[in-house]
Nanobody, 122 residues
Framework: QVQLVESGGGLVQAGGSLRLSCAAS????????MGWFRQAPGKEREFVAV????????YYADSVKERFTISRDNAKNTVYLQMNSLKPDDTAVYYC???????????????WGQGTQVTVSS
């Protein structure tokens, strides 16, 4: 069982930056690939980024490539999402999730956090 708690969301102006954190409980954090997903109002939840168990591999949605960076600290049981050059279209609830596989498909993910709101004003 893994429990995930996101933090770091908030209101930011377009062009600004935020760093999201996701703290995981348990001693098996390094056994999971970790993903970030987001859901904008009136839209389906979509993939944002994923990082492998060791942190050696990452993969991003085209919409955030070159602007967002996913990273992890296995010693702290935490995964991060550094978001730069934010746009109003990035406004969404952001969720972290844990998966045994390295995947962009949310159906693969076993555990989810409760989400953190990110709002980007124009």
């Amino acid at each position: 069982q893994v429990q995930l708690v996101e933090s770091g969301g908030g209101l930011v102006q377009a062009g600004g930056s935020l760093r999201l954190s996701c703290a995981a409980s348990g001693r098996t954090f390094s056994s999971y690939s970790m993903g970030w997903f987001r859901q904008a109002p009136g839209k389906e939840r979509e993939f944002v980024a994923v990082i492998s168990r060791s942190g050696s591999m990452t993969y991003y949605a085209d919409s955030v490539k070159e602007r967002f960076t996913i990273s992890r600290d296995n010693a702290k049981n935490t995964v991060y999402l550094q978001m730069n050059s934010l746009k109003p279209d990035d406004t969404a609830v952001y969720y972290c999730a844990a998966d045994r596989l390295f995947s962009a498909r949310q159906v693969e993910y076993d555990y989810w956090g409760q989400g953190t709101q990110v709002t980007v004003s124009s």
